[in-house]
């Protein structure tokens, strides 16, 4: 198994100024020493993209964009291509995350093509899937994965890779996280899924994060279960101490 995914999405928080001295925090952090079997990656709003490149060069540290479109380029306003991404130096994008699935009606088939474009420019796409608490409640929670999974996902990987993040809404900046067992079922799912569809080799390689209000308290936990392969931080990810305490765990 590769090694565990840290990833923090900044979302739509960070100016220059103080988005540079956390991205310099973090380069100085790893510099020093990432902790041994974490790959690290921050994904920061748009317009940071390029002056996170330049400080986390050599750093180790990958960079990742929040969305792309699922076009080369053309009359999309406001949209990004994958390949800017890549040109702004980026090795990931994350793509169907909940509050796009919400905010933009992201639906499946969208996602899917979100994540073709950005393997057809060299990136590794991380697909985003979760349960709300009223799926949960109504006892879904397998199904919907299921269906998010199988129409999110590319049908073909190549040799691009892939990540998948079960984040559930209902956990996300909530401060409430799943139980252990309720993410090892959901994950366990998600691993059976995945093996279906690539093969059992390809689907046990790849990387399936945990996300919804992981911090340094809990991370210890979730990162312990089985099927999780790392974490996709959102708020903890704002401030160096508690990111570099996830990573450290
Ligand atoms: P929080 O860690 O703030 O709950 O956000 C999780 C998330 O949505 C990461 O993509």
Redesign the pocket.
Known sequence: MSRQLIAG?WKMNGLLGPGSVLAGELAARASAGTPPGVELLVCPPTPLLYPLAVILKDSGIALGGQDCHAADGGAHTGDVSAAMLADAGCTYAIVG?SERRADHGDSDAEVKAKAEAALGAGLTPIVCVGETGEQRRAGETLSVIEAQVRGSVPDDIGAGGLVVAY?PVW???SGLTAKSSDVQEVHGHIRGLLKALFGPESGAAIRILY????KPANAAELLAVPDVDGA?????SLSAEDFWAIAAT
């Open positions: 999405n995350h984040e956990a996300i900046g996300g919804g209000s992981v996709l931080v959102g708020g903890a």
